[in-house]
């Protein structure tokens, strides 16, 4: 019996030290994502993964890690792959974490960027599981910043589709989706009010005011993103954008 409850005792000690470790591990990962070391949080979640394969914290993180890296490369065939990985983890995170709404805002940033690499029929529907997931998540949570950005590039994509695409949309959505520009403005603005110090909020945002023709709003955006700290490789590149649009 003291042989029993010794070896019960290990196994609950060993559970106790492998969930301390997982927990490290993803304070590590969360810190390195934060300050834009994007290889390397992928890195410290993918020794994670080693120790606690099929773990939901670490498949949602290394969702939104991977849609992060497609922007980190010109190949063609890496930003697939990337994207595939985005999906696959992201789906798992879903059905393991149904309640998590980083989880489905992760998948929502993963099927919008893989909607860029697919033919017209599965880009509509790639996009009706953006639309899907990022409402659920912003259920879930409505303040998260993310999500508004997703949901506000989503209504402009939706509200300019070309006449082509536009019937197939209706087949695939049942009916065309309730979206306008004024919706996608708002949600943009709802993610820089919660984030004001994120560049990609600016920046899509001035994006989309020069294509709604608004050049002085759009201006204004892109002098806030030389203002921000850049963070990240993904800071770089729209800075110098900016600068661009600014002839700076």
Known sequence: MKHLYLLGFSFALLARLAGADLSAYLGQADQAEQAG???????????????????????????????????????????????ELAVRLGEEAVQKLPNDPQAHIALAAAY????????GRTRVEYSKRVYHEVTRGLELEPSNDYGHLILA??????????????GLVQVVYGQFPPASKEEAVENFKKAIALAPNRTIHHAEYAKVLEAMGDAAAAREQWQKVLELKPVDAQDHRYRALAAARLGK
């Open 37 to 83: 070391e994007t290889d390397r949080a992928i890195e410290i979640l993918k020794r994670a993964e080693n120790q606690d394969h099929g773990d939901a914290q670490i498949e949602k993180r290394l969702s939104r890690l991977y849609s992060w890296k497609i922007e980190d490369t010109n190949v063609p065939g890496e930003r697939k792959i990337y994207g």
């Open 112 to 119: 919008g960027e893989m909607c860029e690499m697919v033919d």
């Open 153 to 166: 590039r989503w209504n402009f994509e939706m509200a300019t589709t070309n006449p082509v695409l536009r």
